[in-house]
């Protein structure tokens, strides 16, 4: 048994996963801001930019809990289904539906990506993104797609038709709560930093991190995380400056992300475990690694450890 074990392992595995090439797609937005900010054609620019205002409306009015502001945004007769299918037809009913659920769901919180906002016919606009919503600071968010067609209403733009699905899917701006530096102290005095960052030309989550053992050399590497485009997964590739690597599949059961990691150190011997990442707050995470083994040896879980942001999201 190695009395020092790699970075992966030492403190937790989300700190050696890395990279991936995938294939061309939209750049990640940042939170807030609507990609349809993007490389769009200046024709209709103008009504373009009523319909992301109208998107920021409906996240305004979501957050504030205001069931009547939402309702306001549809035409009389506009229909909404939501991820199941389940439809709801006129603006009462929509509003009833969403005074309903902020009644049930207080501290519920919106953010409307937009990725795009096309005209295919006058007087009819087409939108569509991701809202991303959360419960709580300690809540991991999550996502769904979305579509809203937007006309012209007694001169104004308002939703007639809406919909939402994929509830469930892997998407990499659920990660986004993650971008950031962190820092903790782990076990004996470790000094251990990382930071998470979003690729400028990609849409990859790229990081750095640091391991500084009490009295020894720091330890240093890198990180990719990016939608497989194949298994339509979260992966991650990571890579030490010793030439230790490994890879890693990410899965959440709502509260916690679930990272399994596999690798292989600088000298050729195997290992892997499973780490928990969990949100404890919008500004702290504490991570734990379980199912640990070196080689033919099982290891020890690791007792959580917390980790706080010292810099804001980039």
Do not use: C
């Amino acid at each position: 048994m190695r009395a020092s074990l790699p970075l992966v392992l030492a403190v937790g595995g989300i700190l050696a996963l890395a990279g991936f090439h995938g294939r061309t797609q939209p750049p990640i937005p940042a939170p807030g801001v609507p990609l349809a900010t993007v490389d769009q054609p200046a024709v209709g620019d103008a009504d373009r930019q009523v319909i992301l205002k109208s998107a920021r409306d409906f996240e305004a009015a979501f957050n504030a809990g205001d069931a009547k502001a939402v309702g306001a945004l549809y035409t009389e007769n506009a229909e909404s289904r939501d991820d199941g299918g389940r439809p709801l037809t006129g603006r009462a009913a929509i509003e009833k539906a969403f005074a309903d659920f902020f009644a049930a769901n207080r501290g519920a919180k919106i953010e409307v990506l937009v990725r795009s906002v096309r005209f295919p016919a006058p007087g009819m606009a087409v939108e569509e993104g991701l809202l991303r919503q959360t419960r709580g600071p300690k809540e991991l968010p999550r996502s769904t797609a979305y579509v809203a067609v937007h006309s012209r209403d007694g001169g104004r733009w308002r939703v007639a038709l809406a919909s939402e699905s994929g509830a469930g899917q892997d998407r990499l701006e659920d990660l986004d709560w993650l971008l950031g530096e962190w820092k903790t102290t782990a076990a004996k005095g470790d000094g251990v930093s990382f930071a998470f960052a979003r690729d400028a030309k990609r849409p990859v989550v790229t990081g750095t991190f640091t391991r500084t053992p009490a009295g020894k050399a720091a330890t240093t590497g890198s990180i990719r995380i990016a939608l497989d485009p194949e298994s339509r997964q979260i992966r991650s590739w990571g890579f030490e400056d010793d030439g230790a690597h490994s890879q890693a599949l990410w899965a959440t059961d709502g509260k916690s992300w679930i990272v399994d990691g596999r690798g292989v150190l600088a000298d050729g011997t195997p290992f892997g475990e499973r780490v928990l990442l969990q949100r404890v707050g919008p500004d702290a995470i504490t991570w734990r690694a379980v199912d640990r083994v070196l080689g033919d040896d099982a290891l020890p879980d690791t007792p959580p450890v917390r980790l706080t942001r010292v810099a804001p999201t980039k």
